[in-house]
């Protein structure tokens, strides 16, 4: 008997490479969504006996859908595939009925596994040359890198909400390719009024590129609270400024050093760093960004990470020159 089955993700290439990775021989008949809204709809017309599950997503993420699935108790049951491997939202979407969570980039051996254990196959072989090939269409270099920022920003995530024993805010990376000059009109920090902002180079196997921090002021309270500074000199401009300073250095050490790091593990590539440099503090983003090469047109990736219970917002961005794209087109190619 045909088993139906929805992947939900809002990448094609993530959708793609799930299904590359499921058993093969396996009667199962594949729709897919590009969103939690869609996939409720596809559970409600009978296409869902199992559901692959993303949880960041647009217009309705994963954990809304389970919401949806409890509240309106539809009938499927829902494996969680995600880059964000906190152990809060582990506990969260086992808490909202999920079946089991499997870690990006899924594979077929933790698929498999996950399958037979809860007796929905009774075994397992690797699909045929055929069955691959109905995967086989064209992903755009966006969608490729959409996904490869996902896996690390769900590995710098975990990393940050363990040092400071909080939940992050994960959410859908953004993919600029655009002139130097007008990624001040996209950003999100664009209307934000006062801002501090870091920036490191790095390069490495023909991939070049800065990656920039910007931190709401109303933020550096919160987040100085959060990584246990020292609060009793708050009352001086002076020593407060300081401190703001080196939450900032802080936080960008944190949040730039793990996402390059998980990007380079991805893509086999190794960069080199620079020193960081301060762009400034309590200023709007044009000043901070300037306009160095404002011609040149640039690969910008927007990862507006946040802590909701915290009261903190902050925006990475990572520019890569115009000059790297071929190679990055390369490297990300060979994860298809």
């Known amino acids: 008997m045909t088993t139906p089955i929805v992947i939900c993700d809002d990448s094609s290439f993530a959708r793609k490479q799930m299904a590359r990775a499921l058993p093969g021989s396996w009667d199962i008949e594949i729709s897919f969504a590009n969103h939690g809204g869609e996939a409720i709809e596809l559970i409600k017309a009978g296409k869902a006996d199992i559901l692959f599950l993303d949880l960041n997503m647009p217009v309705m993420d994963g954990y809304a859908v389970l919401e949806a699935i409890r509240t309106e108790d539809?009938?499927?049951?829902?494996?969680?595939?995600?880059?964000?491997?906190?152990?809060?939202?582990?506990?969260?979407?086992?808490?909202l009925g999920a079946l089991d969570f499997i870690k990006k980039p899924a594979t077929t051996e933790k698929i498999t596994e996950i399958l037979l254990s809860y007796g929905i196959i009774s075994a397992s072989q690797p699909q045929t040359e055929t069955e691959l090939a109905r995967f086989d269409e064209e992903v755009a270099l966006?969608?490729?890198?959409?996904?490869?920022?996902?896996?690390?920003?769900?590995?710098?995530?975990?990393?940050?909400?363990?040092?400071?024993?909080?939940?992050?805010?994960?959410?859908?990376?953004?993919?600029?390719?655009?002139?130097?000059?007008?990624?001040?009109?996209?950003?999100?920090?664009?209307?934000?009024?006062?801002?501090?902002?870091?920036?490191?180079?790095?390069?490495?196997?023909?991939?070049?590129?800065?990656?920039?921090?910007?931190?709401?002021?109303?933020?550096?309270?919160?987040?100085?609270?959060?990584?246990?500074?020292?609060?009793?000199?708050?009352?001086?401009?002076?020593?407060?400024?300081?401190?703001?300073?080196?939450?900032?250095?802080?936080?960008?050490?944190?949040?730039?050093?793990?996402?390059?790091?998980?990007?380079?593990?991805?893509l086999d590539v190794e960069f080199s760093y620079s020193h960081p440099v301060i762009l400034g503090q309590k200023k709007g983003l044009p000043p901070l960004l300037g306009s160095p090469n404002q011609q040149q047109k640039v690969l910008a990736i927007e990862i507006d990470y946040g802590i909701p219970d915290h009261q903190v917002e902050c925006d990475l961005i990572l520019v890569l020159t115009e000059d790297s794209l071929p190679v990055l087109t390369e490297r990300a190619g060979y994860l298809k």
Do not use: W
């Open 74 to 95: 539809l009938p499927t049951m829902v494996l969680v595939v995600s880059g964000d491997i906190q152990p809060e939202a582990y506990k969260r979407v086992k808490d």
């Open 142 to 266: 966006t969608d490729l890198i959409q996904e490869v920022v996902n896996v690390s920003m769900g590995q710098t995530g975990s990393l940050l909400a363990g040092l400071l024993n909080t939940f992050i805010h994960l959410p859908v990376p953004k993919i600029h390719i655009k002139p130097y000059n007008e990624l001040k009109e996209v950003l999100a920090s664009k209307d934000a009024t006062s801002l501090s902002g870091v920036s490191q180079g790095f390069n490495g196997s023909g991939i070049a590129g800065e990656a920039i921090l910007l931190v709401g002021d109303e933020s550096f309270p919160h987040m100085s609270r959060l990584m246990q500074y020292d609060q009793m000199s708050s009352g001086q401009s002076d020593a407060t400024t300081n401190n703001d300073l080196e939450v900032l250095m802080d936080l960008s050490g944190i949040l730039i050093g793990a996402c390059l790091k998980g990007i380079a593990e991805q």
